[in-house]
């Protein structure tokens, strides 16, 4: 999953790894590296 790197986004990537581990797939988190 590629998210933003503003709270906002974090946050969206922390719950949706949750739910995701849950379910048994495993998540890849992809942050931009220039903004």
Same mark, same amino acid.
């Given at each position: 999953?590629? $998210?933003? =790197?503003? /709270?906002?986004? =974090? =946050?969206?990537?922390?719950?949706?790894? $949750?739910?995701?581990?849950?379910?048994? $797939?495993?998540?890849?988190?992809?942050? /931009? =590296?220039?903004?």
């Amino acid at each position: 999953m590629a $998210i933003d =790197r503003d /709270p906002a986004g =974090r =946050r969206a990537a922390e719950r949706l790894t $949750i739910r995701a581990s849950e379910a048994g $797939i495993a998540v890849r988190v992809l942050e /931009p =590296r220039l903004g």
